[in-house]
């Protein structure tokens, strides 16, 4: 039975009642004891729904580890109150934003007796907040880095580059005779050939890499953990790409090149602006003698390009260390030559070799990451590894999305930032050296391999 009666304090429960913020009176475990008018309108809930629900229920996952160590501190009196931004999940499924308050109120023996709860529904303001950081970075016209933003995060990382000697390009992109394309076919569709433009030369680079527009039809790009051998071979492949590029526009079909001045460097004294500088010099180059073509020059010629291994270059800087060891010989073997046949396919594929050779690179891949995963499995279930059959669902996910993507890759409705994201970041980075660390533990204990 509801404790709570509009008898135990009539002007609270009036005020409890009407508030135009969402309230609500809520038991130590979570669940509901009595919400408002406001709170229920906000969730999309009857009041008898809601009330047969816990707040853990509409809470977004994300946020709850966070509200729910709130909720300890003050059961174990260590705040008063808490307040927080926090999503909460609507009825109908869409998000809710809202700025929660708590406190606890206690029985006469100093007991938990319930919480209040206020929540206020900011759901606006955070739309308002992201639309306006979107419009501060972002380029009205093509949707990729404005010049501002573009500069800032370009300085950063080549601070950052410097910091750790880190390989690196900057590159000049530019739409050669752009003003005949407005002239011809109007500013529409020269607007369209703008974003064409920058959706292909967004394709052409990874998720890391920094990518805006300078001006005009003038783009930029830096490309990060990359040296003078691959950044010429991914602005090959840009050029390519946009030169097999057709706009199909209400006036026509529209083709248009590329020009491409590039400068790499490492440990560069040289600010950003002056690194910009040296590519637009090798872009005039390229557009003087005969546009459509890349003209590359190094911005530090005395800097000395990293150790590498044929095509294993620092593009996809997967690199095998001592501390990636599992204890089990077979494992790291397996381990450690995925890594190499990773590296070749994605070298494969930023230096636009043909279909064919990366088609057969990316069927030897998921052939071999098949072979471990069998392998690697008996390993951990001979250790006695817990969540084994969990680790094997992981297992088979994994090779469903590698074939799917490869093969949207191979039909050109995958970019190449996505199957870097699928083999460079989530097979190796997240699963080979975060997930299998897991039941490292088992197998160097157990000995078994």
Not at 297 to 319: H, I, N, W
Not at 364 to 386: I, K, N, Q, T
Request: charged share 25%.
């Amino acid at each position: 039975m509801n404790e709570f009666t509009e008898t135990d304090d009539a002007l609270f429960f009036s005020a409890f009642t009407y508030a135009a913020i969402g309230m609500a009176i809520v038991a130590p475990d979570g669940t509901w004891l009595k919400v408002n008018n406001a709170l229920c309108a906000m969730m999309g809930y009857a009041p008898q729904q809601l009330m047969g629900m816990t707040f853990q229920d509409i809470t977004h996952p994300d946020d709850l580890g966070e509200d729910l160590r709130f909720v300890n501190q003050l059961l174990a009196g260590e705040i008063d109150s808490y307040q927080m931004e926090k999503r909460y999940l609507h009825r109908e499924g869409r998000v809710i934003h809202g700025l929660l308050s708590v406190s606890l109120v206690k029985t006469p023996q100093r007991t938990p007796r319930f919480f209040i709860s206020q929540i206020q529904d900011i759901t606006r303001k955070k739309e308002m907040e992201s639309e306006l950081a979107r419009m501060a970075r972002e380029d009205e016209l093509t949707g990729v880095f404005n010049r501002r933003y573009f500069m800032e995060m370009a300085t950063r990382e080549v601070i950052r580059g410097r910091r750790f000697r880190e390989p690196q390009a900057i590159m000049m992109i530019d739409i050669d005779h752009f003003k005949k394309i407005n002239d011809t076919y109007g500013h529409e569709v020269g607007d369209q050939v703008l974003r064409e433009m920058a959706r292909g030369c967004s394709a052409s680079l990874r998720g890391v890499d920094v990518f805006g527009r300078l001006g005009g039809e003038e783009f930029g790009a830096l490309l990060l953990n990359t040296d003078s051998e691959i950044a010429g071979m991914l602005a090959e492949r840009m050029r390519r790409g946009m030169e097999s590029l057709a706009v199909e526009t209400p006036a026509g079909t529209v083709r248009f090149t590329v020009s491409i001045g590039m400068a790499t460097f490492t440990e560069p004294d040289l600010s950003l602006d002056a690194l910009l500088k040296k590519a637009d010099d090798a872009l005039y180059e390229a557009k003087k003698t005969g546009r459509n073509r890349v003209v590359a020059e190094r911005a530090t010629p005395g800097a000395k390009q990293p150790a590498r291994d044929g095509m294993r270059t620092s593009f996809v800087r997967l690199e095998w260390k001592k501390e990636y060891e599992s204890g089990c010989p077979l494992v790291d073997r397996q381990h450690q030559n995925l890594f190499l046949l990773a590296n070749d396919l994605l070298s494969a594929i930023v230096s636009g070799l043909p279909d064919d050779h990366v088609d057969t690179q990316a069927k030897g891949l998921v052939a071999e990451v098949e072979a471990h995963f069998r392998d690697e499995s008996a390993a951990y279930r001979a250790a006695g590894y817990p969540g084994a059959d969990a680790h094997n669902r992981i297992h088979h996910a994994l090779v469903q999305d590698m074939r799917a993507t490869l093969e949207r890759f191979k039909g050109g409705r995958a970019s190449v930032a996505e199957l870097f994201e699928l083999v460079a970041v989530r097979i190796i980075r997240e699963h080979l050296l975060s997930e299998d660390r897991k039941f490292f533990p088992y197998i160097q204990a157990a000995q078994s391999c």
